[in-house]
């Protein structure tokens, strides 16, 4: 569960919170009824009041809709915004919303049951044709070297204290992290790997193949995993590394060990993510060829592999 102080990085974050007023701003007409899923500290119920929405339902489950209702009153919009101490899931409202938004996000739009409640959330309190804030989510992956990394998660399990401490390898390489892996450690193009679009979207797991056709020779470490959001129309930020930092920062997925490959050599990467309880399962199965096409190394991995220091989704 969130706490105020990361409630205070999101608010301090203003290349999110500056592109969702200018979205609010276009997408909110007056007069209208606004939901706001996971509306944490208020910004956005507080944004859609400010774009002339004459009601607002602020929807959160964690105690931080107390400091929401407290903003709400010192900014004088306490009678526009009803505030509903619950998930989304349990609430109803009496007149469907012309507008959702939302952030639920983690470092990943696949984030706990961000997907399972927005879908829920447009059926039952969107009316037909309402709109939503954000659009669409497109999430991206590209291959890296991560060297500095990879010491961190190898080096520990080959310090010799006269045990054989190896085991613990196997075990690391399927946990997914939170890492920002600069450009110029790309080893190719990035690719678009699953587009969320919240208009339509139903299913909560995501699979999809990609290939990868190394642009540098380099050390093979792993993945570089981000987002690039549209809000609305001409309305968006990027996760990228390529960018600014932000609050959600970038998901990591590694491999077992460091891989050779040189210019041409092709990367074909199997990645999937399955809803489990609260959180998702990721999987990821590579296979390294060189440029006639022969396979070099393959490699199958999940969190299933971490279990042991961990659980799903974290």
Not at 59 to 68: K, R
Not at 148 to 176: K, N, S, T
Not at 226 to 242: I, K, M
Request: charged share 25%.
């Amino acid at each position: 569960m969130y706490d105020l102080l990361h409630y205070a990085d999101m608010v301090a974050d203003r290349v999110r919170v500056d592109a969702y007023a200018r979205a609010i701003a276009q997408v909110v007409r007056p007069g209208d009824v606004v939901v706001d899923v996971g509306a944490g500290t208020g910004i956005l119920s507080l944004l859609a009041c400010r774009a002339g929405a004459a009601r607002v339902h602020a929807i959160e489950s964690n105690p931080s809709l107390d400091v929401a209702r407290e903003i709400a009153r010192a900014n004088g919009m306490a009678d526009r915004i009803e505030f509903h101490h619950a998930l989304s899931t349990a609430v109803t409202l009496s007149v469907p919303a012309d507008v959702m938004v939302s952030d639920l996000r983690g470092v990943l739009p696949l984030h706990g049951r961000h997907i399972h409640t927005l879908v829920d959330a447009r059926r039952r309190l969107l009316r037909p044709g309402g709109r939503l804030v954000p659009a669409r989510d497109v999430i991206k992956v590209v291959p890296v070297t991560a060297p500095d990394l990879h010491a961190r998660m190898v080096e520990p399990w080959l310090v010799d204290y006269g045990f054989d401490l190896r085991a613990g390898l196997r075990h690391v390489a399927g946990a997914f992290r939170r890492h920002r892996v600069p450009p110029d450690q790309w080893l190719s193009e990035p690719a678009e790997w699953v587009t969320l679009d919240y208009d339509v979207v139903e299913r909560v797991d995501f699979e999809a193949n990609l290939t990868f056709r190394v642009a540098r020779a380099g050390k093979f470490h792993g993945y570089c995993l981000w987002f690039d959001a549209t809000l609305c129309t001409g309305v968006g930020y990027s996760t990228s590394p390529a960018g600014r930092a932000m609050t959600y920062r970038c998901g990591y997925l590694s491999l077992p060990e460091e891989v050779p490959v040189a210019t041409s050599d092709r990367l074909e990467l199997v990645l999937s993510a399955h809803q489990v309880r609260d959180g998702y399962l990721w999987s990821w199965a590579t296979r390294v060829l060189d440029a006639g096409g022969e396979t070099r190394r393959t490699y199958r991995q999940s969190e299933l592999q971490f279990l042991p220091l961990g659980r799903p989704g974290t």
